[in-house]
């Protein structure tokens, strides 16, 4: 028996929820995209994204739904945890419209175990958990294949889900992202059983798409002419490369790690299904294995190889491996079922070890090395992290001992305890992560260097990530120093890991502080008053 409907929303709640709170934004996606979010909400100006001050030229879907989480939570929670909690609403909603898609195309028995799929898959863990543009688009292509698999029994709901699926895809992670969804369109009009309905459904889906996107088009046209050019030839640029092979075998490489155990679950399944002979060519299987392998070669085709884009890969194999991962044989079955127990409760031991070394300097060899690895970082001992542990703990023990024998048995295991890992990992040991991933300290200490009132700040080689945590954290939005305007200011801020690009421009300039982010041993800062 599938989990039942309470079960399953619970199960996916927590790990939905967990990891999105208590932490500040990480350097990388998540501090650029919580402080874009901090911008339009704190000006006002929705029409346009904007990073510490700059233009930055994204599609605004995802920007807008975090500032309308941060201005609804904001009084409640820490505003960038209120802002993240965006992230959490478009996973939920990808997760809904998997199990429905599920349910569509491989009926009421199989449709729990795509989310559960996608919940368990490695790849998606600490991107789900971050700010994230690209998670919109993962709700799109959930919500892509369940209307083309609605088509025919509902071909109105079909085309509304279709058109909502991309105005959002194209309004939260831009043109190319997009470009499978339409793509798709032909093959779920060649798998409908009445072709003028379906060519009818689609249109529909054209129509809503560009009534939903052509206002913001507009809008930006009329007031913000510039960015529109600009976010068109952002988007447009990458379409414009040639097609990589060497990029198709470097997503292809991802996948292993990054798709487990959708990938394996997905080739089961597709081998299962030639078995049947008669099910190979069914619109289950070729409907998401059409889009994986449309959205593969987009990928190979319009972004270098990295962890984000390949997101995208992961609605389509999870529906995929929907069947396979209640068709394993018994021996398979009892094999991934073991692995899962077993892994997830030594990682479950490790996390414990770790927050003893942190909080309990035991054993003393780990507490020292915890140290070393994030200076100045001092364990505390917090009762309400040890009890929320311990009864985590005891709810997957409890878990292991009665799950009942069922074709959900394993991968119930498996999302489980990835989620208990999750939550166990968030609880106990957070704080030793979050010290040193987040510029909260380098930018305090900038704010604290430059006199009250200080508006002219110029900085040089400054990450996305790093401009992004100023603003958020100490309101200050630097210039470029090429720049005609950085140019005139008295100040400057430079970051590297070499002497030639820590030192002063010229000899007008004084070193006013250096410093760096906790456990970072090679990239520096430092600040400069002419």
Same mark, same amino acid.
Request: charged share 10%; glycine share 10%; hydrophobic share 55%.
């Given at each position: 028996?599938?989990?039942?409907?309470?079960?399953?929303?619970?199960?996916?709640?927590?790990?939905?929820?967990?990891?999105?709170?208590?932490?500040?934004?990480?350097?990388?996606?998540?501090?650029? =995209?919580?402080?874009?979010?901090?911008?339009?909400?704190?000006?006002?100006?929705?029409?346009?994204?904007?990073?510490?001050?700059?233009?930055? =030229?994204?599609?605004?879907?995802?920007?807008?739904?975090?500032?309308?989480?941060?201005?609804?939570?904001? =009084?409640?929670?820490?505003l960038h945890d209120a802002l993240r909690l965006a992230s959490g609403a478009w996973v939920a909603l990808t997760l809904v419209a998997l199990y429905y898609a599920g349910r569509e195309l491989h009926g009421d028995e199989h449709a729990a175990a795509a989310p559960m799929v996608l919940a368990g898959s490695a790849g998606l863990l600490l991107h789900a958990h971050d700010a994230q543009p690209m998670l919109v688009a993962l709700a799109a292509y959930a919500g892509t294949i369940g209307a083309g698999a609605l088509m025919a029994r509902k071909p109105w709901a079909a085309g509304l889900f279709y058109g909502l699926a991309l105005a959002a895809c194209l309004l939260g992670a831009g043109i190319a992202p997009t470009l499978p969804l339409l793509a798709i369109a032909p093959f779920?009009?060649?798998?409908?059983?009445?072709?003028?309905?379906?060519?009818?459904?689609?249109?529909l889906g054209l129509a809503l798409a560009t009534l939903l996107v052509a206002p913001w088009l507009l809008a930006l046209d009329q007031w913000r002419p510039g960015r529109l050019d600009a976010w068109l030839h952002t988007e447009l640029t990458p379409l414009a490369t040639p097609f990589s092979f060497t990029g198709l075998a470097r997503f292809s490489s991802l996948l292993p790690t990054f798709a487990f155990p959708a990938l394996p679950l997905a080739l089961w399944a597709l081998w299962h299904a030639w078995r049947q002979r008669k099910q190979a060519s069914h619109p289950a299987q070729l409907l998401p294995l059409i889009l994986f392998f449309l959205t593969l070669l987009l990928l190979a085709w319009a972004y270098r190889p990295r962890e984000i884009?390949?997101?995208?890969?992961?609605?389509?194999?999870?529906?995929?491996?929907?069947?396979?991962?209640?068709n394993l044989r018994r021996g398979a079955a009892n094999a991934f079922d073991w692995f899962a127990m077993s892994l997830f409760s030594l990682l479950a031991a490790l996390v414990w070890l770790a927050w003893s070394a942190m909080a309990l300097d035991f054993p003393p060899r780990l507490a020292q090395r915890v140290v070393e690895l994030r200076p100045?970082?001092?364990?505390?001992?917090?009762?309400? =992290?040890?009890?929320?542990?311990?009864?985590?703990?005891?709810?997957w023990w409890w878990l292991i001992v009665t799950a009942p024998r069922s074709p959900y048995r394993s991968l119930t295991h498996w999302t489980l305890g990835f989620t208990t890992f999750w939550l166990l990992a968030t609880t106990l040991i957070l704080p030793w992560f979050d010290y040193g991933r987040s510029y909260r300290p380098?930018?305090?200490?900038?704010?604290?260097?430059l006199p009250e009132g200080t508006t002219c700040l110029a900085e040089r080689h400054l990450s996305p990530a790093q401009r992004a945590s100023l603003a958020y954290f100490a309101n200050l939005a630097p210039l470029d120093s090429s720049t005609r305007a950085g140019q005139q200011c008295r100040w400057l801020l430079v970051v590297g890991d070499q002497s030639s690009e820590l030192s002063a421009p010229d000899a007008s300039w004084r070193l006013v502080w250096q410093g760096n982010r906790p456990g970072e041993r090679r990239e520096k800062f430092r600040l400069f008053q002419r």
């Open positions: 028996m599938p989990p039942s409907g309470w079960m399953l929303a619970g199960m996916l709640a927590l790990y939905v929820l967990a990891g999105l709170f208590g932490r500040d934004p990480w350097k990388g996606e998540d501090a650029i =995209h919580i402080a874009t979010a901090w911008q339009m909400l704190s000006s006002g100006d929705w029409l346009a994204p904007m990073l510490a001050g700059r233009p930055f =030229h994204e599609p605004p879907l995802y920007y807008w739904s975090a500032a309308i989480s941060g201005w609804l939570f904001g =009084h409640i929670l820490p779920a009009w060649y798998f409908a059983g009445q072709r003028t309905q379906a060519a009818q459904t689609l249109l884009p390949a997101l995208l890969l992961l609605p389509p194999l999870a529906l995929l491996a929907a069947p396979g991962a209640l100045g970082f001092v364990g505390e001992l917090n009762a309400w =992290h040890l009890l929320l542990g311990i009864a985590i703990s005891v709810w380098v930018a305090e200490a900038v704010a604290k260097a």
